[in-house]
């Protein structure tokens, strides 16, 4: 077990990876999202975000948590209105994103599923797409399921990610700069497994 916690991390963890440089960045409050996802084997649904915050990137389905909602009342409304489906949402994990574009962090409770009803729609949000946990591509039913694109993703997923596809508990963060095109830079990051 791990004893020193990044500020913002609580909980009994077993530290599973860290990296980056400096000094953490300060928060003055937290700021609660969803993010669920949809597992099926070694498959996982993403969907490409087609405007606002993350556009062009390929994510989970979620946003901010509405006044007077769970946060898994939010998860399932969330992924209804960017998928058009519906799952038996179960929480799988924590993310705190803290940036200097903001003074408060990101607190991203992560959702999974192993099953759903409904087919995947694309949305004026999100554009669904399956991907495989296996490099390279891999076949399912006549389709090639690609790999997946985290160069199309927020820095991190990859650490976190496949703990996500394995059913282990997990809890994370990331910080991270802005730059001159507005993209957004990992500077340190921490990941630990629930005991």
């Known amino acids: 077990m791990t004893s020193r916690l990044p500020p913002g991390i609580e909980g009994n963890l077993i530290e599973y990876v860290q990296g980056g440089v400096g000094d953490w960045l300060s928060f003055d409050h937290k700021r609660f999202y969803t993010n669920a996802f949809i597992i099926q084997g070694d498959k996982i649904l993403l969907g490409l975000k087609k405007r606002g915050f993350g ?3 390929y994510n ?3 946003g901010k948590v509405e006044p007077g909602e769970t946060l898994t009342e939010a998860a399932i409304r969330e992924l209804k209105e960017e998928a058009d489906i519906d799952a038996p949402l179960e929480h799988a994990g ?3 994103f803290v940036t200097n ?3 408060w962090a990101f607190q991203i409770e992560i959702f999974s599923a192993r099953s759903y009803s409904g087919t995947p729609t694309e949305s004026d949000e999100m554009r669904p797409k399956w991907f495989s946990f296996a490099s390279p591509a891999t076949c399912d039913a006549d389709a090639i399921v690609p790999p997946i694109p985290y160069e199309m993703m927020w820095d991190g997923d990859a ?3 496949p703990l ?4 282990r508990k997990f809890v994370g963060r990331i910080d991270s ?4 095109d507005g993209e957004f830079a990992m500077t340190r990051h921490w990941f630990g497994t629930v005991i």
């Open 55 to 57: 556009i062009n990137k």
């Open 164 to 167: 996500l596809a394995q059913g």
């Open 94 to 96: 924590s993310l705190l």
């Open 101 to 103: 574009a903001v003074v």
């Open 159 to 161: 650490h976190w990610l």
């Open 177 to 180: 700069v802005t730059q001159n």
């Open 60 to 62: 989970g389905f979620g």
